[in-house]
Every structure is written in structure tokens, then in C-alpha cells.
């Protein structure tokens, strides 16, 4: 664990903590514990000015965690507040003032949340995040093939980000923010590049260390918690008939639970169906579990992991998919042994033994690679109109 931006003096402050939080439509959020040796014969305000350096808000940072080199990730985000933390068990010495300070960061994607007034006429939902994306100076990697639909639409008093956050749950799509790169696909997309999926086990043999610390999963389709199916349903009007008509969702038509798309009937049958299809297409990774593990930067949100063991039983063998993730590092400053990485995730399936992910021909390349203009971060390559 180490900050890469702006560059701090290593004998002065370290890092004993991070808490890096991760979900579907949200932006990722960091906490970073520091701590600070300031020398006693400075004045009482002197590490705040000279010693430790606070980072003062909206200041870019740069960190890059992990378990090990082939699993070093990196963070861009900004420092959005920070905390002086004091507690009786603090060490004391005689000629230097250890102080801890937690830094709350958001991540690049901060910026998008000016409110906005627009109009869009006859745009996909492609073209609108496209649009919104570069504007930002964000790489939009979008799965075109399932936003075709032209919509009329107005932005009123909304921030950009909510804005396309309501835009994918209307259409049954995924947001997911990594860094300056930003995914809109359908749920069942994997947006794992290379061929390594993380493993855990749960072997409960002696001698073996086991990596799943523990894991809780909802399989029934009438719990209301989580591991929800459902049937969906649509109205839209007839302006011929002067009646409503009924659309349900093939992909959701043998469910037993059945939910409305909206709590009005929608105009045509053309935007009944299309709403059905978008609620159904939300509620594809049905099947939910919530697992601890040991840490593994490679969990990422819409990336696959794989949980095996006799421990874990059998229906809960098997890949699974990403949707949130949280990454605790406690950093012992001199002695690594006693050091803890964990992660606390939640994932779904879309039925009940396994997982049907789509490969992501259809995003385009790779995302950009992230540099740092005029103190904020942006993508490289953020691709033509």
C-alpha cells in the first residue's frame, strides 16, 4: 500500500489503514488512515503546516494496493475531507508527536456532480453517456447492442451522474465506475480483461488455511431480503382500442413473484415492453450471497470469482459475479507479519448452480489509462464521436 500522488516524505507519515468501498452505480470511496511523527519543537500548529502536510480538499491522490505485485491496483480519486483521530492508547515520546488523520477520497468521477439542465431528442442511451463521458474527460466503454432505443428525455436540476445512474435502471443496464473508465452494459457482462479469476476455498481440512471466512446466500425466489426472482409486468395504453395491454417479460415469465415495471401504464405497447424488459433485465443476478474472503485487489465489481470447497456446499460451488466489494487493509508499521487484508463482497448468479456471463466483445478496447491535467484526473483516450 503505498501513495503514489502527491509524493510525502516517508519519514514523516505512513499508512496504517485503508477502506476502499466499491458498488454498481456509485462512486468508489476511499478512506486512508495516516499517520503523522511531527517533532515536538515545532510550533503547536506545525505539523498541520510543515511536518505532515495535510492534503487539503479536492487535492488529487494517487494510491496503488494490493496483496503483492501481480495484484497491484490502482486508485484515482481526490481528498474530499479528512479527520484528526486521538485515542489514550496513542504512543507518546519525548521529542515527536504521533497523530492519526483519515482521509476520506472520492473517486474521479466526483466531478459529476454539478446539476445540469438538458434536452436530449432521439438519442440511445449510448450516445447520451458517450456524450456525458467525454465531457468529463471520462472513457465510456458501453455495450451498444443493448442501448438501440431512441428516447426523448430531459435532464432537469440533475447531476450528470444521477442522471445516467436512472438512465441504466430504466433500461435494465449496469453502471460501473473503475478510476476514469465508466461501464454501461447489461448486468450479466463480464468486465474481467484478463483470463485470471480470483479463487477462494472453504476446505475446513486441517493444516489448510482457508480464504472464505465466511458466506451467507439467499437461494429461495419469495425471500424478500435478497435472491429474488421475478415475473414483470407492463400496461401501455391502446390510443386505437382505448384500452390497456398487458406485457410481461420472457425472461422473467416463469417467476412466480410478480412486480410491476412502473406504477403507471406507460404511453404505447412499444414503451410497456421496453420498460418490462429493463425491470427483468435488473433483476438478472437473482441469486445473492454475502461473503467474507481474504484480500485480493483483483475483486472488482462486475468481475467473476470462483468459490470452491466441501465447506462451501453444493450449490454454492461454482463462479459468481461482483456487485460489491469492500477492501479492509491494516497496515502494521514494522512488523508486515501482523498486517490483515480482507474483503467483503456481494454476488450474484443468475440461477441457482452457476453463472451465464457474456464475454465483452462488445465494449471496445481496453480502458484508458488515467493522467493527471490542471489537478484533475483524466482519461487518455476518452474515443471519437
Not at 136 to 149: C, D, E, G, I, K
Not at 265 to 277: D, G, I, L, N, R
Request: proline share 4%; hydrophobic share 35%; net charge positive.
Amino acid at each position: 500500500m503505498s501513495i503514489v500522488y502527491p509524493k510525502v516524505a516517508a519519514a514523516r507519515q505512513y499508512v496504517t489503514q485503508m477502506e476502499a468501498h466499491f458498488a454498481e452505480g456509485a462512486h468508489p470511496v476511499v478512506e486512508l488512515t495516516v499517520q503523522f511523527s511531527a517533532p515536538r519543537s515545532e510550533s503547536i500548529q506545525g505539523w498541520l503546516l510543515t511536518s505532515g502536510s495535510l492534503l487539503s480538499e479536492g487535492t488529487p491522490v494517487h494510491l496503488v494496493y494490493g496483496s503483492g505485485p501481480h495484484q497491484a491496483v490502482d486508485y484515482y480519486g481526490y481528498v474530499h475531507s479528512h479527520r484528526v483521530e486521538s485515542a489514550e492508547t496513542d504512543p507518546k515520546f519525548t521529542m515527536n508527536a504521533e497523530v492519526s488523520v483519515t482521509y476520506t477520497l472520492t473517486g474521479a468521477t466526483s466531478d459529476m456532480q454539478s446539476q445540469q439542465n438538458r434536452a436530449w431528442s432521439s438519442a440511445s442511451p449510448s450516445f447520451i453517456a458517450r456524450t456525458i463521458c467525454r465531457g468529463h474527460r471520462l472513457a465510456p466503454l458501453v455495450q451498444r447492442s443493448a442501448t438501440s432505443v431512441r428516447t426523448e428525455r430531459a435532464q432537469h436540476a440533475q447531476s450528470d451522474f444521477t442522471f445516467l445512474r436512472d438512465l441504466a435502471e430504466e433500461y435494465g443496464l449496469r453502471l460501473v465506475v473503475d478510476n476514469t473508465s465508466l461501464y454501461l452494459t447489461q448486468p450479466l457482462v463480464s468486465l474481467r480483461r484478463s483470463r485470471e479469476i480470483p479463487a477462494f476455498h472453504l476446505t475446513k481440512i486441517p493444516g489448510i488455511k482457508d480464504t472464505v471466512y465466511s458466506f451467507d446466500m439467499v437461494t429461495g425466489e419469495l425471500e424478500p431480503a435478497g435472491g429474488k426472482r421475478r415475473r414483470v409486468e407492463a400496461y401501455g395504453y391502446n390510443r386505437s382500442t382505448r384500452f390497456l395491454s398487458r406485457t410481461v417479460s420472457r425472461a422473467s415469465a416463469t417467476a412466480r413473484y410478480t412486480v410491476y415495471a412502473t406504477d403507471r401504464p406507460s404511453p404505447s405497447q412499444a414503451a410497456a415492453s421496453s420498460a418490462a424488459a429493463g425491470t427483468s433485465a435488473t433483476g438478472d443476478l437473482w441469486v445473492q450471497a454475502r461473503a467474507r474472503v481474504r484480500g485480493d485487489a483483483r475483486v472488482k465489481i462486475g468481475h467473476e470469482v470462483w468459490f470452491q470447497g466441501v465447506g462451501m456446499g453444493p450449490q454454492a460451488i461454482g463462479t459468481w459475479m461482483v456487485r460489491e466489494a469492500s477492501h479492509h487493509m491494516a497496515i502494521h508499521p514494522t512488523d508486515a507479519r501482523l498486517s490483515t487484508y480482507r474483503c467483503d463482497l456481494v454476488v450474484g448468479r443468475n440461477r441457482r448452480d452457476g453463472l451465464d456471463a457474456i464475454h465483452n466483445t462488445d465494449l471496445g478496447p481496453a480502458g484508458s489509462a488515467t493522467a493527471l491535467s490542471n489537478g484533475r484526473w483524466h482519461a487518455q483516450y476518452i474515443g471519437a464521436r
